[in-house]
Each structure stands twice: as structure tokens, then as C-alpha cells.
Nanobody, 124 residues
Framework: QVQLVESGGGLVQAGGSLRLSCEVS??????MAWFRQPPGKEREFVAA????????YYADSVKGRFTISRDNAKNTVHLQMNSLKPEDTAVYYC???????????????????WGQGTQVTVSS
């Protein structure tokens, strides 16, 4: 049974940093991603990474501030978030894509497995 468990969320002041982790129970998936859902808004793509970690893809809103990485030996994906802004406040979800693809995708429909989410709140 596949299970994704996020951790590392919390309350931080604007300009601060947080590091989210996602532990995967089950196979090592090719594509892994982070999405987020701000209060009252739709879920949106944040970042994705391929199996080797050599290819990453970011939403424009987080480019240069967030870094996605993975440790396949521990079957874990991380999201390092720096220079946080109040608009980064959201529930953050880890997601796994079971299909090897030529290109990383930001479409949530490609990701079949999801974690329960972790809350990130950035105060101004």
C-alpha cells in the first residue's frame, strides 16, 4: 500500500524558512511533486522533480526561493522554502506520479498518490 506522509509545516514570519519532508512508503516513484492549496483557492502546482533529481520544475511564484530535492535511499522528498511570503500560506501536499515521463508535469491529474497535507502559515 502506497502512503505519503508530509511533515515540517508550521508558523513562520515573513522572510523566514521552512523545510518540508515527504516520506513515501512503497515504490520509488519517477516523478514527485509538491502542490499547495491556499485558503479559499484551488490547489496549485509548486515544484516537481524526476527520479534522479537532475531535472526540476518550479512554479514562477516560487522560483528562486524554493528548492525541491529527493533522497531515493530514504524514499523521501524535500521542499526547502526560503524568503517566505504571506501569500505562501497554504496546505502543502506531496504527490507521486507512477508513470515515467519524458517531461515533468504540473498537472495534478498526472499524480495518482497524495499525502494528507501539512499546513504552512506565514505571518506578515
Amino acid at each position: 500500500q502506497v502512503q505519503l506522509v508530509e511533515s515540517g509545516g508550521g508558523l513562520v514570519q515573513a522572510g523566514g524558512s521552512l523545510r518540508l519532508s515527504c516520506e513515501v512508503s512503497g515504490p520509488t516513484f519517477s516523478g514527485m511533486a509538491w502542490f499547495r492549496q491556499p485558503p479559499g483557492k484551488e490547489r496549485e502546482f509548486v515544484a516537481a522533480i524526476n527520479w534522479s533529481g537532475g531535472n526540476t520544475y518550479y512554479a514562477d511564484s516560487v522560483k528562486g526561493r524554493f528548492t525541491i530535492s529527493r533522497d531515493n535511499a530514504k524514499n523521501t522528498v524535500h521542499l526547502q522554502m526560503n524568503s517566505l511570503k504571506p501569500e505562501d500560506t497554504a496546505v502543502y501536499y506531496c504527490a507521486a506520479d507512477p508513470i515515467p515521463r519524458a517531461r515533468l508535469t504540473s498537472s495534478s491529474r498526472a499524480y495518482d498518490y497524495w499525502g494528507q497535507g501539512t499546513q504552512v502559515t506565514v505571518s506578515s
